[in-house]
């Protein structure tokens, strides 16, 4: 039988976690309960982690909380010590799923602990902010928000749909076991971005033999859940071909992947190719979307799509994001080393294309050279980043480091 932890504030929605409860009952689950609410519970189970357990795992006693009456603190000792303990629920096998649910507050913690438990492990979320911009919630996991459709407050006809479906679907991803591949070791990380797909396949291709090959979207969300899977030992090297999401954070577009970005690979070690693909653009939405600063001066912009409007990097920008590269890998415990592609760093920076702009391009370059360690190595390919050239390079430089 499948243990699911269901963890809420059972002082708030104590009835709500009552029929919750029931329905599980119904599927056969073996149910661990956790209360992360600050107030004594309404509820008609049997509780077996109390919120008491919870905030001092968090950092504090149940007691302060209550006596200082502050909810947003409240709510961060409680979501810390909800995270600390599902993941060490998870780590030593006595769960198999967890489920939640709650409106903003409620979701924030349950969040919270969803986000420390591993991709694949079945995660459900009844919540109101099912809509809208979820990022903060999901972050660069595999959590299935539900709509609760009303709010949860009470048990009514919407609401016992909700939860009835949402019970059934956290039980049947606890009994389906998923396909796994168990050569993680032998497992290469690569960032990708529209403008620099050509030389990604290729660098697959070259790769497919020895080797399998995960490829993430370097749009902000694919940058971080690369990092934070990286950091959890997902794979054994990093061929960094597109870093375009630094263009992003350093010129405030909207794909940016957080000032972390490139930090993984060499915070545990593994192997990292860095190439400067797509950095001869930062990404807006719409033309109305763009800063007047940057319309009121000298800037070159392409329309990629009637919701994505671009504009190419300059040579001040340049230069600091040379500083920013060199510093991440200077930072590196493992091997690393660049790899340049001085005939563009994209398609819109190839030969006669709209960014072309080859003497900007340099600048980015020999930022990165005056500001690297002179033991990491660079090497300047005469190509375009999506010519087959360049993407054999990469590789090659990515095997040498992994010997």
Known sequence: MKTVLMLGTFDSKGKEFDYLYSELKKRNANIMTMDVG???????????ISASEVALRGGESLESLREKSDRGHAMHVMSEGARAISRELQKKGEIDAIISMGGGGGTSIAATAMQALPIGFPKVC??????????????????????????????????????????????????????TDSETGKTIFISMFGNSTECVERCQALLSKDFSTMVFH?????????????????????????????????????????DKRLDAPGK???PHVIAPGCLDMVNFGTWDTVPQKYKDSDRKFYEWNPMVTLMRTNASENRELG?????????????VAFVLPLKGLSILDGEGQCFCDFDTDRVLFDSIEENLNKNI???????????????????????????
């Open 38 to 48: 600050v107030f004594d519970p309404v509820s008609g189970f049997e509780i077996d």
């Open 126 to 179: 009844i919540t109101t902010l099912a809509s809208g911009d979820t990022s903060e919630y999901v972050g660069t996991k595999d959590i299935v928000l539900y709509p609760s459709i009303v709010d949860i407050c009470g048990i009514n006809s919407f609401s016992k749909i909700i939860m009835s479906r949402a019970a059934g679907a956290v039980c049947g991803m606890a009994d389906m076991e998923p396909e």
């Open 218 to 258: 370097a749009t902000g969300g694919g940058g971080r859940t690369m990092e934070d899977l990286i950091m959890e030992g997902y794979c054994s090297a990093c061929l960094d071909i597109t870093t375009t999401e630094w263009a992003d954070e350093l010129c405030g577009g909207i794909l940016s992947a957080g």
């Open 268 to 270: 545990i070690g593994i």
């Open 323 to 335: 500083r920013i590269l060199a510093e991440k890998a200077n930072a590196s415990k493992g091997p």
């Open 377 to 403: 190595p660079v090497y300047k390919v005469d190509a375009n980043i999506n010519d087959e050239a360049f993407a054999k390079k990469a590789v090659e430089v990515l095997l040498g480091l992994m010997k």
